[in-house]
Structures are given as structure tokens and as C-alpha cells.
């Protein structure tokens, strides 16, 4: 164990020192900034509608749902944008951490020391763990700090577990992107291809749901709504069977499953109407605190499924570490 | 010129050859055909539904989803749009950003300046292969992506059709090009292809995601409003905030110069406006009025961003020459 702290510490100091890393952290720390100061400003706007008339006429306002203090609308920019980032962030933190050592012959000396493969993997790995952890917590340190410093939301246990909850997601999520660099850094004896094979799942990972919706039409004979609209008009019927691959693809997509731990977590509060069942009735709409122990189920799944992709990346790593020629 | 033009005859080889292009070559080609498959059902089912009038008699419907069924072209490609804005770069960027700093790594750019070849040559010769390697790879992409739509589709092919799809061919090798020329500056000023690799990537995603919002970021900032951001403007709308027409107005042209030089938007600008072929627009209760909307009036809205685009490759190109006259190879 003592061994395996140890090359953890010496990769925790490597990646710290890292300028590559450093430009990519910027970067996510910068637009962490941009889009939580638009949700707080966005924040501010809305919660003083809510404040001031909450029982409003029916038709006023299109999506009264959002008309909520639930955070989650507040941080969909957030995620969209930053997730991507990270993703990269944990490619780059990898693809040369096995192949780069093996070509500075640094890998060679190290086994000849009294030191086990197994060791050397779970170090980097652990070394990798730490400096994501700090990453994702630094993260959201900072920008939760600044949302609530502009908007005021009451700093409570119930939001500290949910922004926990947040960054554990958000550690497992850029783990399988370590995960999936430190595997091309085993299969590639160079860097650059490595890179390469990283970006290249990257890439994949971003614009896979492009070709859902060609399965959905030669499975359903439709895909999407407008698609179904058009069969209706022409007097086709339709059911609603594509939903259901679109569902399933999603378990694949490994960043809706993050997004959808932020949009759980942050669920905060919904807004329920009630009267107007007539045009004319004045519809009343209150709004209900959901605790954090009630958004628990609803995290399960993406947990889950992070999990299970990391665990199998990481198990493909030891498989190909033990048996990879140093030369 | 004619040393010039060797150079870009072995970059091509060479780039041709490239396993990681071809690979992700071939991964846009399949995308495109996979995207032109069910957008090209969708578009017949479109021209069945005009055909039969529905939408034009149907007092029933919507202006929006009379607009959304409308046999237009970009309602069946949208989907495109962001494809090709996200990947078109990847592979530009994978042709040049080991062009120079490859060359001197391994030895090869020493050995052909040690021939009667100026540096302007070998440089000419670099853009020259970008030049050729992203108009094959566009036109190339364009031609079996929109062959597969047409196809499938039985959209009538007609001039009016050849000119849209020539001028998104052309577009997106400005697109790429501005992507290549961005990989050649790396590979210049940088001696590790990683490097240069990974800066390319993070412009890449710079321009792609991030600038747009550091522009409407520094415009509110500057000017104290807020209009495109989803239900902001709604819920100013209702709370009665309505701002000063000054504001707005300098606020509106903030965001107006500075998208300039958005490549993105300017792109997905041009693509969206050579797709739309019709416009729906209600007519009193009789339903609505679809007219045709042909080449020629686009014409006008694709000459500022192509202009950008076109300033953006030469700006950057001059740049690099500069670095590449001075770079010291060893």
C-alpha cells in the first residue's frame, strides 16, 4: 500500500505541474464562471416573479414550471458546457501516462525496483483519482459560491449533500475518461496515438445520438416528433415505441448521465396548479420543497451506470497492464 | 510555383495515407449517410403532405407546425448542421497540426531545405494540400451525403438545388480551412506535435462552445440586459422590465460585431440559410401561404460570413507565414 501512495504522490506532482493541464483547468473554471453568474442573474429575475405573485391567471406565462426557486433550470448551460470540458480534462490527465514513461525508459526502471504492476496501475489511478477530485471540487466550490453569493439561496445540509452528491457524479464521470486514456496509453507505445484514440471516443461519445434517430426510423418507420406529426397529418398512426430506444441509448451516453445527476440533485422545488378547468377559472399554483432524501432514488441509475463503465475500463487496464511488453 | 505544387503532391500522399484521416474520414461520410437516411423520409412524407395541400387548407394547424412540416429543406436536415459543425474541424485540425513540427522532428523539413526550395515554397506548397485535402473531403462528403437524400427523398434535383449544395461544399472547406490554417500555426510555433495538437483541440472547442457566451457574457456586463437567454426575456416581459431603446440598440450591436468573428455561428448562418427553401406565413383563416425562397435571395445574406471566413483564413495564413519565414530549424 505504502508503495502505491507513493507513485500516486510522485503522479499527483507530476499532473500538478502540468501547463497543458493547467490552460484546460482555466478554461473549465472560466466558463464554470460564465454560465453560473447567467444562471444566478437568471435566478434573481425569476425568483422575484415568484415572490410576488405566486397564484397567477391562467396563460400569463407559458412554462409556469419554471417559475419555481428549483435549481436545476439554472445550471442546464452549466452543464452542457463544462461536462464536455472535463471529459477532456480527464483524456489529457492520461494518455501519456503509461506510454510517455514507457518511451522515457522511467517504466523500465521502476519495475526494476520491488514494485508490482499492480502497484504502478492502482498509483496512477489513485494519482489520478486525487487530482480529479480536486478538480471537481475546486470546480464547484467556486461556482456554487458565486451562485449563492448572488442569489442568496440558503446554504443548507440538504443543498451541501445534493452539491456532494454532485461532485461525486462528477469525479466518476471524468474517472472513465482517465480511465479510457490511461487504456489507450497501455494499447498505444505512442503518445500522439493515443491522444488521437482518445479524442477520437471523445468525439464519439458527443455525436453518437446522430445516428439514433436512422435506428429509430429502420426499426419504427419513424423517427422523432415532427416525423411522427407528419405520419398524423397524412392519417398514418404512430406509436410511441422510438421513445423507448431513445431511452436506451441514453444508458450509453455517459454525460446525460451526469446531467441528469445535476438536474436530479438540483431539483429543489415544483410548482403545482390547482382549479382552471375552465378557460375562464383563475388557475392557483403553489409550490412543494422536495427533500433531498426523496431525489435519492432518482440518482441510482446514473450512479449506477458511471460506475459500471469505470469499473469495466479500469479492470480492462489491470488485464492489459499485466500483460504488456516493457521493453 | 512548380516546387511549390511537388510540396503539395507529397503532403497529399501523404495526408491521403494518413490512417487516423482516413479513419475519421470515413466516420463523417457514414454519419452524413446515416443523417441523410431517415431526414430524406421525413422530407418525402413533407412533399406528400404539400402535395395533398394539408397544410395550406388546414385551418387547424399551427403557423408553427405548419412551419416545422413545410417541405423546406432544413426541416429534414437540420440535424446536419451541428454534425458537420462539430466534426469538420476534428479533421482539419488531424491534416496539419504535425505538418511543420513533424517535419522537423523527425528530420525531413532539414533534408528538403537543403534542396533548392524556399521556405515560401514549402510553406505555398502545405496550404496548397490543405487547400485540396478539405475541398476533396467536403465536396467529396457533400456529394454522397446529398445523393443519398435526393435519392431516398425524390426532392427534384434542379439548378436551384446544385447551387445550395455547392455553396455548402464551399463553405465548409472555408470552414475546415480556417481549422487547418488555425493546426499549421501550431505546428509551427510549437516544436511538440502534442502541443500543437492540444491547442488546436482547445480552440476547437473554444470557438465551437465557449465564445459565443464570453460575448453575451461581456455585452450584459457592458449593458446591463438580457434578451436571448430561453425564459429571461418572458419573465422580464410580464415583470413589465422593458429596457432603453439605446441600451438594446447598443447592446444588439455589441453582440452583432463581436459574432463576427464567431466561426460557428457564422457557418451553421450559412448552412441554415442555403437549406431554407420555402417560407410559411399564415394567411387569414384560409390557412397559410408557402412561397418558394430561390438561390438568388440568399445570395445576399451568405456574403458577410463568407467574407469572415475567407478574412479569417488569410489573417491567420500571414500569421503563420511570418512564423514559419523565422522558424529556426535545426
Known amino acids: ?327 | 510555383l512548380a516546387n511549390a505544387f511537388t510540396v503539395a503532391k507529397k503532403e497529399l500522399r501523404d495526408s491521403v495515407g494518413d490512417r487516423v484521416f482516413i479513419a475519421i474520414y470515413l466516420i463523417l461520410l457514414i454519419i452524413i449517410v446515416t443523417v441523410a437516411i431517415p431526414s430524406a423520409a421525413e422530407q418525402r412524407l413533407s412533399l406528400q403532405l404539400q402535395l395533398q395541400g394539408v397544410s395550406e387548407n388546414d385551418s387547424n394547424m399551427s403557423l408553427y407546425d405548419a412551419q416545422r412540416v413545410s417541405a423546406s429543406l432544413i426541416n429534414s436536415l437540420r440535424t446536419l448542421i451541428p454534425v458537420l459543425s462539430f466534426l469538420c474541424p476534428v479533421l482539419a485540425l488531424l491534416i496539419s497540426f504535425n505538418s511543420v513540427n513533424g517535419e522537423i522532428e523527425d528530420g525531413s523539413l532539414k533534408v528538403s531545405l537543403s534542396y533548392p526550395l524556399y521556405r515560401d515554397q514549402i510553406f505555398l506548397g502545405k496550404l496548397l494540400n490543405g487547400f485540396f485535402m478539405t475541398f476533396l473531403t467536403s465536396f467529396s462528403a457533400m456529394l454522397v451525403g446529398f445523393a443519398v437524400y435526393i435519392y431516398l427523398s425524390g426532392v427534384a434535383v434542379n439548378l436551384d438545388l446544385l447551387s445550395r449544395i455547392l455553396i455548402i461544399a464551399f463553405s465548409t472547406t472555408l470552414y475546415m480551412m480556417i481549422f487547418f490554417s488555425l493546426g499549421l500555426l501550431f505546428s509551427i510555433y510549437f516544436n511538440n506535435p502534442v502541443k500543437s495538437f492540444l491547442l488546436g483541440v482547445i480552440t476547437w472547442i473554444i470557438a465551437i462552445d465557449v465564445y459565443k457566451q464570453v460575448i453575451n457574457l461581456a455585452a450584459e456586463l457592458l449593458f446591463g440586459i438580457r434578451i436571448d437567454q430561453r425564459w429571461g426575456s418572458e419573465i422580464a416581459a410580464y415583470m413589465g422590465y422593458s429596457p432603453s431603446p439605446s441600451n438594446k440598440l447598443s447592446y444588439e450591436t455589441f453582440v452583432n460585431i463581436c459574432s463576427i468573428f464567431d466561426v460557428n455561428s457564422n457557418y451553421g448562418k450559412i448552412l441554415e440559410n442555403s437549406l431554407t427553401t420555402l417560407s410559411v406565413i399564415s394567411y387569414s383563416a384560409k390557412g397559410f401561404i408557402v412561397n418558394n425562397i430561390y438561390v438568388g435571395a440568399i445570395l445576399s445574406t451568405l456574403y458577410n460570413p463568407l467574407t469572415v471566413m475567407l478574412s479569417l483564413i488569410v489573417i491567420i495564413n500571414l500569421f503563420s507565414y511570418l512564423l514559419f519565414i523565422r522558424k529556426e530549424v535545426v
Not at chain 1, 500500500?1 to 497543458?20: P, W
Not at chain 1, 505512442?190 to 458527443?206: D, H, I, Q
Not at chain 1, 431511452?247 to 422545488?269: C, D, P, T
Open chain 1, 1 to 327: 500500500m505504502n508503495k502505491t501512495l507513493s507513485i500516486a504522490k510522485k503522479e499527483f506532482s507530476d499532473h500538478v505541474s502540468d501547463s497543458n493541464l493547467l490552460i484546460i483547468y482555466v478554461i473549465v473554471l472560466s466558463v464554470t464562471l460564465l454560465t453560473v453568474y447567467w444562471g444566478g442573474v437568471a435566478y434573481r429575475v425569476q425568483s422575484t416573479v415568484t415572490l410576488a405573485d405566486v397564484s397567477m391567471q391562467h396563460g400569463v406565462i407559458d412554462i409556469p414550471g419554471s417559475l419555481t426557486d428549483s435549481l436545476e433550470i439554472y445550471f442546464v448551460t452549466f452543464g452542457q458546457t463544462v461536462f464536455p470540458l472535463l471529459a477532456l480534462f480527464g483524456l489529457i490527465l492520461s494518455f501519456y501516462s503509461v506510454n510517455g514513461e514507457l518511451n522515457g525508459g522511467s517504466l523500465k526502471v521502476a519495475l526494476s525496483y520491488p514494485l508490482y504492476r499492480d502497484n504502478l496501475l492502482f498509483g496512477k489511478a489513485l494519482g489520478g483519482l486525487l487530482i480529479v477530485s480536486l478538480v471537481s471540487f475546486s470546480t464547484y466550490f467556486i461556482g456554487f459560491s458565486l451562485f449563492i453569493w448572488m442569489t442568496s439561496v440558503a446554504l443548507t445540509l440538504d443543498l451541501i449533500m445534493r452539491i456532494l452528491s454532485i461532485i461525486f457524479g462528477t469525479v466518476l464521470y471524468t474517472m472513465v475518461f482517465f480511465g479510457l486514456g490511461l487504456l489507450f496509453s497501455i494499447i498505444f507505445n505512442k503518445p500522439l496515438k493515443a491522444l488521437t484514440a482518445s479524442l477520437g471516443v471523445w468525439v464519439a461519445f458527443n455525436i453518437y445520438w446522430s445516428i439514433i434517430p436512422t435506428i429509430s426510423y429502420l426499426l419504427y418507420g419513424y423517427s422523432g416528433s415532427n416525423m411522427a406529426y407528419l405520419l398524423q397529418e397524412l392519417g398514418y398512426t404512430t406509436n410511441n415505441s422510438s421513445s423507448v430506444l431513445g431511452r436506451f441509448s441514453l444508458l450509453f451516453n455517459i454525460q446525460y448521465q451526469l446531467e441528469s445527476i445535476l438536474w436530479n440533485a438540483l431539483h429543489v422545488s415544483e410548482m403545482r396548479g390547482v382549479g382552471g378547468s375552465l378557460p375562464s377559472d383563475t388557475m392557483h399554483y403553489y409550490v412543494i420543497f422536495i427533500p433531498f432524501e426523496k431525489i435519492l432514488p432518482s440518482l441510482i441509475t446514473p450512479f449506477s451506470v458511471l460506475t459500471v463503465f469505470l469499473i469495466s475500463i479500469f479492470a480492462l487496464c489491470y488485464i492489459l497492464f499485466r500483460r504488456k511488453e516493457i521493453t
